[in-house]
């Protein structure tokens, strides 16, 4: 009976020891995951003996499938032998080494004119069909090279993963443009061409988000960096970009200098970290602006200088500023196609508009930072008394708030939310009267209650630690931000304006 039950085995098995799987070579990038793993199923139904179609269903009906696969009178009973099987080996060694030559061969001589099976296609090239026979192909092929066209369709610019994506649109595909938000945008156009803009109607209107078209501009006005008569803006930023033009002159060459070494050394290091899945940010001019605007700042301000998380702060400005002169996708933009003139504009904006935040949030950023550790002790008694669940928590499995929240303070979210929600959130902070300082406690309060069910799913500190450190947060878009949003203003009507209800 084991030896029938063996023989049935090797006869079902689709993987024999010793049989060859493909295999990709150096040349090709490798594919999607999920693209491989279906290629793989559809060779292994030409290929291999039809299985049964019925799975194991647990691990006990596995194991007695294959208990007697390697008893010791297989290979008496077996036809398989040691000759049989090298043969078999040679073979199929020589005919797959045979193909691997001929599609490089092909790769070589002319690419496009390849119409061969969806086995035979490189990697890195996408065939169109262009005969009735292709289009009869079998649906499994079709949809393999569908995808493939949809993953590689812009050969020449990097795919962006959807973390790194800038476009501000919902992440449910909303259409970009609604009447809504068209009549939105008129209001704001109207906003600001009246000779003196109402601030405090702007700040009304931008604490739903600022529509993309108008936030550079709007973004100025509210930081303070722009004065709200229309007649003084023009010669404002003409003035304010030569004075920062005149601090490069005056300070940047220091940087060479032994007590300024260390301070450029840290930038210098930090920039190349700052949104590395961006291109736009890995680009040598980019990172030479933004070492510009944190060396000048950082020796303007002596008493905090340059500390680690700055350099995120500069990047929601630069691409705001940047779409200004820029229609197509940001995070792909070759900033080397803009004239001189307007790089200039851009980085003294950033500096500017990062300046007037800094002011605000200072104490983040000084020795020892006692902005943040005041912040982080207040998350901790406000999280206490909205969700005392979560708070014992916390304290059961011995995890303070300090190890989780610092960053949301330094950085003010932005390694916790892709760049497009760090620029929507950002238009209602400068919306709200201490947005970045004090609003901020209760948006980070509201963040942490919003995955309170993983939290408490989790029952033990490296668990918790590693959810913290990397919330999921990739798909997030507009209308995430905007209920986020709602909650923070919701919690800052029930405690702002009375502290003790959230002390014990």
């Known amino acids: 009976m084991a030896a029938e039950n063996s023989k049935q085995f090797w006869k079902r098995s689709a993987k024999l020891p010793g049989s060859i799987q493909p295999v990709y070579g150096a040349q090709h990038p490798p594919l999607d995951p999920r693209l491989t793993k279906n290629f793989i199923k559809e060779r ?6 039809p299985l049964k179609s019925k799975k194991a269903s647990s691990f006990h009906e596995f194991a007695r499938n294959t208990s007697d696969a390697w008893d010791i009178g297989d290979d008496e009973e077996e036809d398989f ?4 099987f090298q043969t078999l080996n040679s073979k199929v060694a020589l005919a797959t080494a045979a193909q691997v030559l001929e599609n490089h061969s092909k790769l070589r001589v002319k690419p496009e004119r390849s119409q061969s099976t969806t086995s035979d296609v490189p990697a890195n090239y996408v065939i169109k069909s262009s005969s009735d026979a292709q289009l009869s192909r079998n649906s499994s092929d079709s949809c393999l090279r569908n995808a493939l066209h949809k993953q590689q369709s812009l050969p020449l610019r990097p795919i962006i993963p959807l973390v790194a994506r800038i476009s501000d649109q919902n992440a449910s595909g909303a259409p970009p443009m609604t009447v809504r938000e068209k009549t939105r945008l008129e209001k704001f156009r109207q906003l600001l061409s009246s000779h003196n803009t109402d601030l405090d109607e702007l700040r009304k209107c931008s604490w739903p988000g600022v529509p993309r078209e108008v936030r550079p501009v ?8 722009l004065p709200a008569n229309t007649e003084r803006r023009k010669p404002t930023l003409q003035r304010k970009r030569e004075e920062y033009f005149g601090f490069i002159e005056q ?3 220091s940087r060479n200098e032994e007590h300024h070494q260390d301070t450029y050394r840290q930038i210098h290091i930090d920039i190349p970290r700052t949104n590395p899945l961006i291109p736009l940010f890995q680009q040598p001019l980019v990172q030479e602006i933004f070492e510009r605007i944190l060396f000048i700042w950082a020796i303007r301000h002596p008493a905090s200088g340059y500390v680690q998380g700055i350099n995120d702060l500069v990047t929601p400005f630069f691409v705001v500023f940047l779409s200004e002169h820029v229609e197509e996708d940001v995070e792909n933009f070759d900033v080397t196609n803009l004239s001189q003139d307007v790089l200039r504009s851009i980085e003294a904006d950033s500096f500017w508009c990062m300046s007037k935040l800094l002011d605000g949030i200072q104490d983040n950023y000084t020795f020892a930072q006692p902005g943040i550790q005041k912040k982080v002790k207040a998350l901790e008694e406000l999280v206490s008394r909205i969700d005392e669940q979560v708070h014992n928590h916390f304290r059961r499995y011995e995890v303070e708030y300090l190890q ?3 960053r949301w303070m330094n950085n003010l979210l932005m390694r916790e939310l892709p ?3 760090t620029i929507r959130l950002w238009d209602t902070y400068q919306s709200e009267p201490e947005g970045f ?3 901020h406690l209760y948006v980070c309060a509201a963040f942490l209650i919003k995955w309170r069910k993983e939290i408490l799913d989790e029952e033990d500190f490296q668990g918790l630690l590693m959810l913290l450190q990397n919330l999921p947060t990739i798909h997030w878009g507009n209308e995430e931000i905007g209920l986020l949003l709602a909650e923070a203003y919701r919690l800052k009507y029930m405690f702002a304006d009375a502290p003790n209800h959230y002390r014990r």
């Not at 709007?218 to 960096?225: A, D, E, M, N, P």
């Open 251 to 253: 300070y940047y060459d």
């Open 44 to 49: 292994s139904k030409v290929n291999a003996v």
């Open 218 to 225: 709007t973004w100025r006005l509210l930081s303070g960096y």
């Open 81 to 84: 032998s040691p000759p049989a």
């Open 437 to 439: 300082s004090h609003f």
């Open 419 to 421: 760049l497009r929600c």
């Open 404 to 406: 989780f929240a610092f």
